[in-house]
């Protein structure tokens, strides 16, 4: 295996242990960068730390500080820090189990690869694995790693497990204060059919190959496009024209419109369920696109 395991160590249930190694599941997708340049000279820009009223300072000069009031500081030397840092425990305790969908999907943070370690902890591995599957369940504990403590979940993956780390609550923003405003009307009848029908309509299997950073693709366009040009970039005026907002669509035709338009449809669905019959004529009153 290529990549090298993030941790190493046993998971434990009751009076089983079974070593295991993680792996991340994850890795940095397409990305572009920018440095900062001096456009006369063509010169990448440095920075320096600086103190107001000093100038530059050294490395060894600087410390970490915890504001706990206006201009006020607790000042942490490296050493203190690493000092509280959690010894990274060699064994995850399998503390609790609970139904797949009992856990929000905010709360998923990172994920990795769980494999044993060794042919002698593949049998318990594969035991732990398949009672797992077999209760629908996910095994909850809590695994120091690199100087933190996480709270992680794991569960089955294939032959192998997936163990994901959780955010804490206090890391978890309440719905409620960004929801509450919205009102608690029932949609009416005719539009919630024709939009149901059009999410059955686009039904499909979800394949993340599917989809592409298209943000990440049009930057890369540019940049070869003025690395070919010498900066000059010639671009199509009707590509950027600002869409026409005076023709306002009723929700109704919207919907109706959205049905009948197949070839517009991205990525491609792989439908399983029938649509249902054509929408009722009956007009809803007129709304907002």
């Given amino acids: 295996m290529a990549a090298r395991p993030v941790w190493r160590g ?3 249930l009751a009076l089983v242990s079974i070593p295991v190694e993680l792996y991340p599941a994850t890795k940095t997708g397409a990305s572009i960068s920018f440095h900062q340049v001096h456009e006369p000279s063509g ?14 300072v050294d490395r060894d000069e600087i410390m970490k500080g915890y ?5 006020e500081y607790v000042l942490l030397d490296p050493e ?4 509280v840092k959690l010894e990274s425990r060699k064994t995850l305790d399998l503390v609790q189990f609970v139904d797949i969908g009992d856990i929000d999907a905010m709360y998923f943070e990172k994920p990795y690869y769980v494999v044993p370690a060794d042919d002698l902890a593949e049998e318990a591995f594969i035991v732990v694995r398949e009672a797992l599957r077999k209760a629908r369940k996910v095994g909850i504990g809590q695994l120091a790693m690199r100087g933190q403590e996480h709270v992680i979940a794991i569960k ?4 192998g497990m997936l163990l994901e780390t959780l955010r804490y609550a206090d890391e978890v923003r309440k719905a409620g204060s ?35 950073n298209r943000y990440v693709d049009a930057l890369q ?15 199509d005026p009707d590509e950027d024209a600002p869409a026409d907002r005076s023709n306002v669509i009723d929700l109704m035709a919207a919907l109706k419109k959205s ?13 399983k369920a029938k649509p249902k019959a054509a929408a009722p004529k009956k007009k809803a009153a007129g709304g907002r696109k």
């Fill in 67 to 71: 504001e706990v009031s206006k201009g």
């Fill in 178 to 212: 960004y929801f509450n405003e919205i009102g608690d009307a029932k949609p009416d009848a005719d539009l919630l059919d024709l939009a149901s029908t059009l999410i059955e309509k686009k039904a499909g299997e979800f394949d993340a190959k599917e989809f592409h």
């Fill in 259 to 271: 049905l009948g338009d197949d070839a517009k449809a991205t990525p491609k669905a792989k439908s």
């Fill in 221 to 235: 366009k540019l940049i070869e496009q003025k690395r070919k040009t010498k900066g000059k970039v010639i671009q």
């Fill in 80 to 83: 203190e820090i690493e000092k």
């Fill in 43 to 56: 010169k990448r820009i440095r920075y320096e730390k600086v103190v107001p009223g000093i100038g530059p």
């Fill in 156 to 159: 089955p993956c294939g032959k």
């Fill in 10 to 12: 046993q998971i434990r």
